[in-house]
């Protein structure tokens, strides 16, 4: 697929599915998003993961993970999908300001300055991974007309992701 029919693509689905729906219809669109969204981040979990731990530098991905399975979900489903998506909302208003209206690249300087807070706050580099959730968040944010409607539709997707990730290390455990 082009750059170009991605973008439209991408386009057709904000506008279609997002710009005019109600709250319900706008958390039911970002359901496959966030399957999708929790498919990247573990592949390049695994990528980050692998190549790290060829080069002798084991982590502690696992006991992250084990101490977020076992805490409060409320941080992680109620005040970081706010929080964080406000702060993506700024720096996109901020970059797109500086870069114009392309798809693809605001989107991905936030992600991936998303992708490097959380890797230096838990100070695990694996935690990058990240990036392909943010990702996702600020094309919503970026490319919807109304940057409201996309900033929600960010917030119920962080939800989501967030929500997957905690039940897949509940269910299936870490490590």
Not at 87 to 113: A, D, E, M, Q
Request: charged content about 15%; hydrophobic content about 60%; overall charge negative.
């Amino acid at each position: 697929m082009s750059l170009v029919n991605a973008r439209n693509s991408l386009g057709w689905y904000v506008e279609r599915y997002l710009c005019e729906a109600k709250w319900w219809e706008l958390f039911l669109a970002c359901i496959p998003l966030a399957v999708l969204s929790v498919a990247l981040q573990n592949v390049l979990e695994w990528i980050i993961d692998t190549v790290l731990d060829s080069f002798g530098f084991y982590g502690r991905l696992d006991e992250i993970m084990a101490y977020h399975a076992e805490m409060s979900w409320v941080g992680p489903l109620l005040v970081a999908p706010v929080f964080e998506n406000l702060l993506c909302l700024f720096w996109v208003v901020v970059f797109s300001h500086k870069l114009g209206r392309t798809w693809w690249l605001v989107p991905c300087i936030v992600g991936g300055i998303a992708a490097a807070f959380h890797a230096l706050i838990y100070m695990e580099p694996r935690y990058a991974s990240v990036f392909a959730d943010f990702f996702l968040m600020c094309c919503l944010i970026h490319n919807a007309k109304n940057r409201a409607v996309g900033f929600w539709a960010s917030v119920f997707l962080h939800f989501l992701v967030n929500f997957i990730v905690l039940l897949q290390w509940r269910i299936f455990g870490v490590g």
